[in-house]
């Protein structure tokens, strides 16, 4: 377990106290956060406690629970080499608060999201789609999108 | 020449801007890779990347195959450094299910990863410098690849794309001979690369071409995830060889070239030095394996038997059919496992159900985000420096589309 | 009789043939592919123009950046569905004779992408003259793919979109 930070998640509790949920994983700190906290503690990871980088966006869809989807931020500490995970959860037609102005490199990512999710970032900068053609119809990785799509042969 | 990117002579109207399309077919962009370009006369207002040409559907896929099976198409993200992307993703499995590889296989897997970090720079500089106009190197350094692909060939059995390494272990012992040939090779090469040196150490043509073009600060790169060696080149020494070692990296020793001018020119010498560093590491890997021993993981309900057990042992020859068959299943999980590639860092994000086929295969692939700061790079610039803003990031188009 | 020394030494100088076969020996001598290398079999296609398979050494010598220059079109790696139209496009601005090699499996078939972003074989949208498989096909195996080509010019056997054109003309 990535513990490079260890006091991380109870400055996060003292700071957002009822906001998280700690999550059992094997591989670095993971937090559980309401869709209406999500912006207030990324800033919070991002300006006191210094997670500069946020390496990846994505989203996994747990079909039959609701909600549906689970956007999870893998955001990283450069200089004491630290990792932390935050998943929240996002229904079928809702939409998460972007985190593209905090960190940049969040666009593609959230675009790629859109794209073969269907989630809407609000404050995105630009967001359309990015892997497929414009005039696509559906998100191919949805759990109900079949794997050849549309194509006949 | 230093690109003047505070004057312009000309005006940015946006009624005398011209929208120029360079791709998806061109022979500079190192792929299928398309650039909106936004001109002003022959300097770049705007220089926006359009991806998705190359978008072949992997994590879709691999929802549908088994653990192993996934192993063959993580070879296809990145291409160039096929065993990079085998090693983020049998590392992240195993630590899933929480195995554990016998030192010889790990010290076999360093060996391959250095070898393709090599092979994946050779063809850079090659190509990067031909884009710069100097044609011959790019011959010169693939020629160097070949002799790197005959030792994988000689391992794996297939140049390109290997999946040499599986869950557990890698896939077959080394061959009779392999040692020497890769001593013959660390003997060899660094003649070679010092004979490649004159040609672009020094050359005023090239420096001009690189020094202060396609420069971004620390700051901009760590808000745009970069990672790798454009990262290293703004001065931080990130590196996860060093910085969270996997497979045994903690027992070699090698440096991690850092250079703090933060333009082509840096990240030119950043992966040339690197080159040095991986060969070091091949070097002591080839001294550390021994010719015989384990090369994969004993426990059965995931490493294949070997051929001569399966003959003659009847639960061997269960195990071999089961695995073949349906694959083994992994508790319900999730993990990230990132490693050190030649684009910086490639990951893994697997989410289990407990079944025998991944529920969600994320793969963090550096180029992606490495390519975001394109338009960064290019603005106020000319249009010649796009190509080598293009080169110096060194993507890779299968990683950008996934 | 015979013919006189002079003839002889004047025989030796001469080549009798028709224009045809000229054309056809001039053709496959000078195949010059564009540059369509998309995915892993582009590096391949790399390779054997280096000095180790050397494909120069069968008249493929350049490697034309713009599809008015080129004969010969080697679609190396997978077709996605964005690509598909550009590369009908590539195609249609080749000048006549034009060829195609379908280098690899994913462009013959959609090799081990049996998904919705990757097209099931190139032939789909362009007539195919030769397919070379692998994943990815040797750089031996791309040459023999190439000098098989360079048979086919020489026997005459016209270029599949003519002979396409052809059936789809007769009733």
């Not at chain 2, 297939?158 to 020497?180: C, Q, T, W």
């Not at chain 2, 990132?338 to 159900?353: C, H, K, L, T």
């Amino acid at each position: 377990m990535n513990q490079n930070d260890p006091e991380i998640v109870e400055r996060l509790q003292s700071q957002f106290p009822d906001a998280l949920q700690s999550v059992a994983a094997i591989d670095q700190p993971t937090l559980q956060v309401g869709l209406p906290d999500l912006l207030r503690v990324m800033t919070f990871l991002r300006d006191e406690q210094k997670y500069k980088m946020c390496l990846d966006v994505l989203v996994v869809d747990y079909l039959p629970t609701h909600p549906r989807f689970e956007v999870v931020y893998h955001l990283y500490e450069p200089w004491k080499h630290a990792r932390i995970r935050i998943k929240t959860r996002v229904a079928i037609n809702q939409s998460v608060p972007s985190v593209t102005p905090l960190w940049p490199g969040a666009n593609w990512p959230e675009r790629e999201a859109y794209d073969l999710f269907g989630i809407v970032f609000e404050g995105h900068p630009d967001l359309r789609r990015i892997y497929l053609p414009d005039d696509w119809d559906g998100h191919p990785l949805r759990k109900d999108y079949p794997m050849t799509g549309t194509r006949i042969d | 020449m230093a690109a003047d990117k505070l004057e312009s002579t000309q005006t940015a109207d946006p009624s005398q801007t011209m929208i120029i399309n360079m791709g998806p077919q061109h022979p500079s962009t190192h792929g299928v890779l398309r650039v909106r370009l936004e001109l002003d006369g022959e300097r770049v207002v705007n220089a926006e990347p359009v991806i998705g040409y190359l978008h072949t559907g992997f994590e879709k896929t691999a929802e549908n195959l088994t653990y192993q099976q996934c192993n063959t198409i993580t070879d296809r993200l990145d291409y160039l450094a096929p065993m990079t992307n085998n090693l983020a993703y049998v590392l992240a499995v195993e630590k899933l299910l929480n195995l554990e590889v016998p030192k010889r296989a790990q010290y076999i897997r360093v060996l391959f990863a250095e070898l393709t970090r090599v092979a994946s720079h050779l063809v850079w500089l090659g190509t990067h410098v031909m884009d710069l106009g100097a044609m011959s190197l790019f011959f010169y350094t693939m020629r160097e690849r070949e002799v790197i692909l005959d030792l994988i060939e000689d391992a794996a059995g297939v140049r390109m794309n290997p999946s040499y390494f599986r869950i557990g272990g890698i896939a077959y012992d080394l061959p009779e001979g392999f040692h020497e040939k890769v001593h013959a090779f660390v003997k060899d090469f660094p003649r070679w690369m010092k004979s490649y040196r004159h040609l672009f150490e020094g050359n005023p043509l090239i420096n001009e071409r690189l020094e202060g073009i396609a420069t971004i600060t620390q700051e901009q790169a760590l808000g745009l995830s970069v990672t790798g060696p454009n990262l290293r080149a703004t001065g931080l020494p990130l590196d996860l060889r060093k910085d969270e070692p996997y497979s045994s990296y903690d027992e070699f020793d090698f440096n991690v070239p850092v250079r703090s001018g933060a333009d082509a020119y840096a990240r030119f010498w950043v992966r040339v030095d690197e080159i040095y560093e991986a060969m070091k590491i091949i070097e002591q890997a080839i001294d550390k394996i021994t010719p015989t021993g384990p090369y994969t993981s004993s426990n059965r309900k995931v490493s294949l038997p070997p051929r001569e057990e399966i003959y003659g042992n009847m639960e061997a020859l269960i195990h071999q059919f089961k695995l073949v068959t349906q694959g083994f299943v992994v508790p319900a999980g999730e993990v990230y496992q990132a490693v050190e590639g030649p684009r910086g860092e490639m990951g893994f994000y697997i989410v289990s159900d407990g079944g025998t086929k991944p529920y969600r295969w994320r793969a963090r692939t550096p180029s992606f985000y490495n390519l975001q700061t394109m338009p960064l790079m290019c603005k106020g610039g000319l249009v010649a420096d796009v190509i080598t803003a293009i080169g110096s990031i060194d993507i890779m188009l299968g990683d950008v589309d996934k | 009789m015979g013919l006189n020394p002079a003839q002889k030494e004047a025989e030796k100088s001469l080549l009798l043939t028709t224009v045809e076969k000229m054309g056809r020996w001039a053709q496959k001598s000078s195949v010059w592919p564009a540059t369509f290398g998309l995915a892993c079999c582009a590096i391949e296609m790399m390779s054997v123009t280096n000095s180790r398979y050397d494909l120069a050494r069968f008249g493929a010598e350049v490697f034309r950046a713009s599809p008015r220059q080129a004969d010969l079109m080697i679609v190396a790696g997978r077709v996605s569905q964005k690509m598909a139209p550009v590369l009908r496009t590539i195609w249609e601005q080749m000048p006549e004779p034009k060829w195609v090699i379908s280098m690899g499996a994913c462009a013959s078939s959609g090799g081990v992408f049996d998904n919705y972003a990757i097209i099931q074989g190139v032939d789909h949208v362009v007539p195919v003259d030769i397919y070379v498989p692998g994943c990815p096909p040797n750089p031996e195996a791309l040459m023999f793919g190439i000098l098989k080509l360079q048979e086919q010019i020489m026997k005459g056997i016209p270029p599949k979109y003519q002979r396409l054109a052809m059936e789809a003309q007769t009733p």
